[in-house]
């Protein structure tokens, strides 16, 4: 950097700004110093830079492993939901730390920072910690969670309208004339939750009654999501349309229904949630309720950004849109 500096004729700290982007250096000097440290081949130190800024230029993202809902990594709506975090990190010259850590020990979350590993911490997924999400964030980690948005939250979330979503899903199915609609969704999850009180507040604008037995609060794994459907179908209670709070356990449904002989979309419509890629090319093709997953992962990484320089991050919620497929499609 002194070599840099001393051809450039300017000191070394000019140097430096104009090699880390800083706007303090003008553009002229800055292009003459970046044509200088190119001949030389000189790279700035990355790691050295991080440890002289008390920054490790990574960000943890952490997919909390709970026992009772299963998710796994290779899951499409968190691949994709990673894919637009790690565009968004990217872009910004960050790297992507991931990280799976059980759902009762999430201070583990806020080590990452304090030990650290990464500047700040996305977490997908609230779960059933929202207070403890609280105490982390009141720590002082900086902390970005996908999910709902909750009474009494002190942490930032970025998430869609759950429950206009909820409401879209099972409007639709209520307007193509389906009268028994169920719900497969852990209810005790946030956002699940808000995406019943959809459920029941499409119901409630066409003044139609609901049977509580249709709905079902199963975790989505696929196994439990096919034993469920199974015990709908030799149960006393019938249905005509199906509204699954993720897609996979709508495409799940779905190959259960055909399976048992039941025609989709002609004796049950399904919408699903989260328009993954695979919900286009199923068959039936999946009507759904789209996440907006690139904009999810700028609106994540925005977020923390905020919350790194030491500025408050309020929360987002994204839209939600409905897309209409072939399961809902009959005649």
Do not use: C
């Not at 979503?165 to 005790?188: C, N, S, W, Y």
């Amino acid at each position: 950097m002194a070599d840099v500096a001393r051809m450039a004729g300017v000191n070394v700290s000019t140097v430096s700004r104009a090699l880390s982007g800083s706007s303090l250096a003008n553009e002229e000097t800055r292009a003459r110093i970046v044509e200088i440290a190119a001949a030389l081949k000189y790279t700035v130190n990355a790691a050295g830079q991080s440890l002289r800024l008390g920054q490790s230029r990574t960000v943890g993202v952490v997919i909390p492993l709970d026992p009772v809902s299963q998710g796994h990594v290779s899951d499409p709506f968190f691949l994709a939901l990673l894919g637009g975090i790690a565009d968004a990190l990217t872009e910004r010259g960050y790297d992507m730390l991931v990280s799976r850590i059980h759902v009762d020990e999430l201070e583990k979350a806020g080590q990452l920072v304090s030990k650290g590993r990464a500047d700040g911490v996305i977490l997908i997924g609230q779960w059933r910690h929202h207070e403890h999400l609280n105490q982390i964030a009141v720590g002082g980690t900086p902390l970005v969670v996908w999910g709902a948005q909750l009474p009494h939250q002190r942490y930032t979330t970025v998430g869609t309208d759950n429950a206009l979503g909820g409401e879209l899903a099972t409007g639709h199915l209520l307007d193509l004339g389906a009268r028994r609609v169920a719900f497969l969704g852990d209810t005790e999850l946030p956002e699940f939750r808000q995406r019943h009180a959809g459920y029941l507040n499409a119901h409630a604008k066409r003044a139609l009654l609901v049977d509580p037995s249709l709905t079902r609060p199963v975790a989505l794994i696929p196994e439990m999501v096919q034993r469920e459907v199974e015990a709908m179908l030799s149960g006393a209670s019938t249905f005509d349309a199906l509204f699954a709070a993720s897609d996979v356990a709508a495409m799940t449904a779905i190959s259960t229904l055909l399976k048992a002989g039941v025609r989709v979309p002609d004796d049950v419509m399904v919408v699903g949630y989260d328009d993954i890629g695979p919900a286009a090319y199923t068959h039936p093709s999946l009507s759904t309720i789209r996440q907006p997953m690139p904009e999810a992962g700028q609106s994540l990484v925005a977020a923390l950004m905020l919350q790194i320089e030491g500025a408050q991050a309020a929360p987002v919620v994204l839209p939600t849109t409905l897309v209409i497929r072939d399961s809902t499609r009959r005649g």
